[in-house]
């Protein structure tokens, strides 16, 4: 009978010994696979990451030094230009010699490409500089300089976001590695535990105090807890079994200590790359509580880690614009948000300004488990487009004489004040007459976008019905709209709180809208323009969406910066592409905010906010 039982208890105990190897190998495969992520992420892209932040900030130098030598005609600019040139190659090597993505060798060919136009461009302007002057010089700046520059920058981007995607693809394959090492191992341990209960249920009575006295170390064992060991004398089976039992928790103790210790050193060395990174990061959880800061945000808000760990961000920050962005990037219902603001700090007696990104951290499913804050320092750029903007209404401000002047003599020459003209002559001046409004709309644009960006621009504010502008605004752009058999409708309640606004530059916010739509429309029959208002928590949105091509993604990124012309609508002249950035400066003098929202082929949403 003792040998019966002694042969049973030895074949559940191989069966418990088979699952329990079985769990160990899987928790070391997931945990090495666990490991080898994490050092891929470490490894793999961070170099070229690491080149494409130092490529940009060469680059932006060498921007910077090209207009210090045109506005402040710094003699030094070739020996400053070419410093961050071999500094823009050494990293450009590095990136080069660093390839690890499939489309990374067309990126860093385009690179190469696009800064060896660039050079060349820069090499002319010198020339242009010393034959024909500062003028001559600027303007070739504007024309071929600078989109050669854009083009490098661009292009350096797309390798940085390259790289950086794939180690956020990376963290997500050892993040989801780690959580099924975990569920196996979990449901495994369980498993092992009810049949060890089984076991002692079956002998019980059966066997003598040595069994009980296993059966309970190796539920201890199961549980976690390595360190149990059997001191059982004898030469029987048992003893056999009690000696396994005892190495095989010595080999599990230290298994554990290896791996935990292993672990321990990745998520430090996974630390020491955050706070490498030289834009600011800060992660909060799900109660808006600090997990982790690094050491560009510690500088930017005069903060240390250890103090404000687990405090709540205001607590720590006292920020409540940043922490209002926080929240709507958590609100799932929240239908219009954006994940982005600039805002603008003092620090030792200068003015620095930053550009505060925030991304919720989503669970599989779907749930915000927190918060990254990203904090990037952006004063140089704002510098040197403000210097731009000067430069503009300078130029603006200069145009306007003259362009009166031409104005007027045109007039007077066709109205044959002076004396008769022939018909080519009158057709001759009236297209001088046609092109000299044109830029004469550009120069009062230019000086409109001055006024604003400058705070200027004079507002006249007051509390105004949306329906009554909107309608105000469509109503003399339905001719052309029937023109172009193109239906325009408003979709606006009548029981909606007033605005408050300047009533004639919303109204010009509305027209522009809804004139760039008749652009891109067909005109089929087809074409329909809908112009939507609904209410938010402490906001009105109005939405102006048609159903013409559409903005790429590409272009939806830029679409109102200053300038910019977006191909594929039916007009064949349009304007100097400054509508959309003066909109949105006049929404932003409103204190609300303009964004789009767009598919190739599905047609253009632009929405923007007002004040109640």
Do not use: C
Not at 136 to 154: C, I, N, S
Not at 192 to 216: C, E, F, H, M, W
Not at 421 to 450: A, T
Not at 538 to 561: A, P
Request: a negative charge.
């Amino acid at each position: 009978m003792l040998r019966s039982i002694r042969i049973k208890i030895l074949g559940v105990i191989a069966l418990l010994l088979i699952v329990l190897a079985i769990n160990s190998s899987w928790a070391v495969n997931n945990f090495q696979m666990l490991d080898d992520s994490i050092e891929a992420i470490m490894q793999a892209n961070y170099r070229s990451v690491d080149a494409a932040q130092n490529m940009i900030v060469a680059l932006e130098r060498q921007d910077s030094a090209i207009l210090t030598y045109l506005f402040e005609e710094d003699e030094d600019i070739s020996q400053t230009f070419r410093e961050h040139e071999r500094e823009f190659m050494k990293w450009f090597t590095l990136a080069d010699d660093n390839i690890t993505e499939v489309d990374e060798p067309e990126i860093i060919e385009n690179i190469d490409n696009s800064y060896a136009e660039f050079a060349l461009e820069f090499n002319k302007l010198q020339n242009i500089q010393v034959e024909e002057g500062t003028d001559a010089a600027r303007q070739h700046y504007y024309d071929q300089v600078f989109p050669k520059f854009e083009d490098a920058k661009d292009f350096t981007r797309r390798l940085l976001e390259l790289n950086q995607n794939k180690m956020l693809e990376l963290q997500g394959q050892a993040e989801t590695r780690a959580s099924n090492a975990t569920k196996t191992t979990a449901i495994i341990s369980i498993l092992t535990v009810v049949t060890g209960t089984v076991l002692a249920l079956y002998i019980s009575g059966k066997i003598t105090r040595p069994i009980r006295d296993l059966t309970k170390k190796m539920e201890k064992v199961s549980q976690g807890d390595y360190q149990q060991q059997l001191d059982i004398q004898g030469n029987d089976e048992i003893v056999k079994l009690a000696d396994s039992f005892n190495t095989m928790a010595k080999q599990l103790n230290e298994y554990t200590k290896m791996n935990v210790s292993k672990l321990k050193r990745e998520k430090q060395k996974a630390e020491a790359i955050v706070q490498s990174i030289g834009d600011g990061i800060i992660v909060t959880n799900e109660d808006n509580k600090i997990i982790l800061v690094n050491k560009a945000a510690e500088d930017v808000f005069d903060i240390r880690e250890k103090e404000v760990i687990d405090t709540h961000f205001l607590e720590a920050l006292n920020n409540q614009e940043i922490f209002d962005l926080i929240k709507k990037s958590k609100d799932e219902s929240q239908l219009y948000y954006k994940s982005y603001t600039d805002i603008s700090m003092i620090k030792d007696g200068d003015t620095n300004y930053y550009r505060i990104i925030v991304n919720p951290i989503k669970a599989k499913d779907s749930k915000t488990m927190g918060v990254i804050t990203l904090i990037q320092d952006i004063t140089k750029l704002k510098k040197v487009d403000e210097l731009k903007s000067q430069f503009v209404s300078t130029v603006s401000h200069e145009f306007r004489t003259p362009l009166t002047s031409i104005n007027m003599s045109i007039g007077l020459l066709l109205d044959k004040i002076p004396g008769d003209i022939n018909d080519d002559q009158k057709e001759l001046l009236q297209v001088i007459q046609e092109d000299s409004e044109r830029l004469n709309r550009l120069v009062n644009e230019l000086l409109d976008l001055s006024r604003i960006e400058s705070g200027k621009m004079q507002m006249d504010f007051d509390y105004y019905d949306i329906k009554n502008i909107i309608q105000h605004a469509v109503k003399p752009l339905r001719i052309q709209a029937e023109e172009k058999n193109i239906q325009i409708k408003i979709n606006v309640s009548d029981n909606l709180p007033k605005v408050r606004a300047d009533h004639t530059k919303i109204g010009w916010v509305v027209s522009n809208l809804v004139g760039n739509a008749l652009r891109y429309t067909p005109t089929d029959g087809t074409g329909v323009i809908n112009i939507e208002t609904k209410q938010t928590a402490n906001k009105i949105v109005t939405s102006v969406t048609d159903n013409g091509s559409g903005i790429s993604e590409e272009y939806q990124k830029i679409i109102f910066d200053k300038f910019l012309q977006v191909n594929g609508g039916e007009s064949t002249q349009g304007g100097a592409g400054l509508g959309l950035a003066i909109s949105r400066e006049i929404v932003r003098a409103h204190g609300g905010d303009m964004w789009v929202d767009s598919e190739l082929g599905e047609g253009s949403t632009f929405y923007f906010t007002l004040n109640m």
